[in-house]
């Protein structure tokens, strides 16, 4: 009986002893970090700093890399799981996601995908996971690139990509902006148009696997990978084999880890989402915890703007934290019975506001659409247009003999440094022009959207901490570069675009409205009348 107990002793000791210490190794591996990738080991492969391809016939390479931690520069998914969760599925998703982060850091591999997934993915409609895939998980994934894998990348002839984070998370972008032939991840388990948060029964993709399946007794030509053992299983059937190692491409040379915009595979016009910032554990937290003091500076920012006189709502909201800054005076007006138009580049809804509180007087702005939410917080008058051209001429042309006016020709927001086609009405309409170059920056929240609620647009802009306006004053148009000398409306709005590009920076492009709602939501952007609610403008 004493044996008994000894023995029985001994093997509870075992595995105790084995499960702490196991528990002890995955948090010095992982520590404080969400990363989802697998332990390192030394690794006796070349690093891919040395792979050199420019001797080689490049359209007949073949390459396997994977996205996470080789294509994309970060070691942790976590991110981009939050990113579906928080613009895909709704705010109390994306907080239980963050609220598994202590369970996450004590989890494998494999289990930590699984988590992750069921959370952001349970309940989730897949028409919204192709929505956030398109028009959101791009430019963060651009944002992360590694720059000396897309310069492999580029020219080559084949390229795979083997991973086991969730292929709908990823296939949309490497095909449409990597040009990757094929794509191999883990399939999600869906019903009815939803997901269930379920793997498939195929269940995670194990990438020496996928690997063999895919090519068969073939070999490709190039592997990339990280110093992960199961990566070491992947090299394993690839003819050369290369290890991403950031740390120390950073430490060589620091500025090349950096994708430059100008170095994009494909320049990002168009993007949705509200989040403007990569949502790492840490900055997500610090968003929840920024959440109801955001609320609260919003409310009062717009209560600022409706009630108080205009330099005292200007000095209060600059002390709020609003960076406002002007540039530019307005020009005398030469006909007294008829307003100035001011054309404006077009970033935010609240354009026409900051222009009217700068300047302190009373603008209208005309609009083809705009929920009633914003119509009845705007502290200036707005006037809805109709898309009937000579309409909507007659409508305008009625408001400048009543003051000034505020238009914004390109119809729709942008956010990047990009202005979309100007249409050519508004100068058929005035010989008196001002051009106003608008620029915005946030940090945590965009306050615009193409496919949410866009009577939240200026609560989600005014919820930045600083929250910044740079408005430009340009000089008036020539009169004889107006249609009153002889130019046609199109001359005089490409004119006044490339003026607006220039004081900017930013580069003009044949963009329209239509091409960015059928980019970023599906539709053109019109709305019909029973549907203001969820107009776009």
């Known amino acids: 009986m004493v044996s008994l107990i000894s023995l029985v002793d001994l093997v509870l000791y075992q595995l105790l002893a084995n499960s702490f210490y196991r528990a002890a190794r995955k948090m010095r ?37 994977d996205i996470h931690g080789v294509i994309l520069k970060t070691q942790s998914f976590f991110p981009f799981f939050m990113l579906v969760a928080f613009e895909g599925g709704s705010i109390f998703r994306a907080f239980l996601l963050l609220m598994s982060c202590p369970f996450l850091m004590v989890c494998d591999h494999e289990m930590k995908i699984k988590v992750m997934t069921f959370i952001t993915f349970c309940g989730l409609k897949i028409k919204d996971m192709e929505n956030v895939s398109r028009a959101v998980l791009p430019k963060f994934y651009l944002e992360n690139l590694n720059v000396h894998v897309c310069e492999i990348f580029a020219g080559t002839g084949s390229k795979l990509v083997i991973t086991n984070v969730p292929r709908v998370m990823v296939e949309g972008f490497l095909k449409e902006y990597l040009s990757v032939g094929d794509v191999i991840g883990t399939e999600l388990h869906a ?110 920012r717009i209560l600022l703007g409706i009630i108080l006189p205009y330099k005292l709502a200007l000095e209060l909201g600059v002390y709020s934290g609003i960076d406002l800054k002007i540039k530019g005076t307005v020009p005398k007006k030469t006909k007294p019975n008829k307003g100035v138009l001011f054309v404006c580049s077009h970033r935010t809804l ?62 729709t927001t942008c956010r990047e440094p990009y202005l979309l086609r100007f249409s050519s009405l508004f100068a058929e309409l005035a010989d008196e022009i001002v051009p106003v170059a608008m620029d915005t920056n946030v940090s945590m929240f965009y306050g615009t959207t193409a496919s949410g609620l866009k009577c939240l647009d200026p609560i989600f802009f005014l919820m930045n901490p600083k929250p910044s306006y740079h408005i430009q004053i340009l000089e008036k148009v020539p009169k ?51 549907e203001r609610k969820k107009c776009s403008y």
């Open 191 to 300: 019903i009815g148009g939803y997901f269930t948060g379920c793997l498939t029964s195929s269940g995670l993709v194990v990438k020496n696997k996928a690997l063999k399946e895919y090519f068969g007794d073939r070999k490709p030509d190039i592997g990339i990978g990280t110093s992960s053992l199961n990566d070491h299983l992947f090299f394993s059937s690839c003819k050369e084999a290369y290890v991403m190692n950031n740390e120390e491409s950073n430490k060589n040379s620091p500025n090349s880890m950096t994708m430059t915009r100008d170095k994009y595979p494909k320049p990002l016009i168009f993007h949705d989402g509200r989040l403007a910032f990569l949502p790492t554990p840490s900055a997500s937290f610090c968003m929840f915890m920024w959440l109801p003091i955001g609320i609260f500076l919003a409310i009062y």
């Open 29 to 65: 591996t992982f520590g404080l970090s969400l990363s989802s990738k697998p332990s390192h080991q030394t690794c006796s492969y070349p690093s891919i700093a040395k792979c050199d391809v420019q001797g080689r016939n490049r359209m007949s390479q073949t390459i396997v890399c």
């Open 480 to 530: 004889e570069l107006t249609c009153a000398g002889g130019k046609s409306s199109f001359e005089v709005a490409n004119y006044i675009q490339k003026k607006l590009g220039d004081a900017l920076g930013f580069e003009c492009t044949n963009f329209t409205r239509r091409d960015k709602y059928l980019m970023l939501a599906g539709n053109e952007g019109i709305v019909q009348q029973d």
């Open 350 to 411: 609240l354009d026409p506001v900051f222009l009217s509180t700068s300047l302190a007087k009373p603008l209208t702005a005309v609009t083809y659409s705009l929920s009633k939410v914003s119509e009845f917080i705007a502290p200036i008058k707005t006037v809805r247009l109709t898309r009937n051209r000579k309409q909507d001429g007659e409508t305008m042309q009625k408001l400048l003999s009543e003051g000034d006016l505020v238009v914004c020709p390109e119809g």
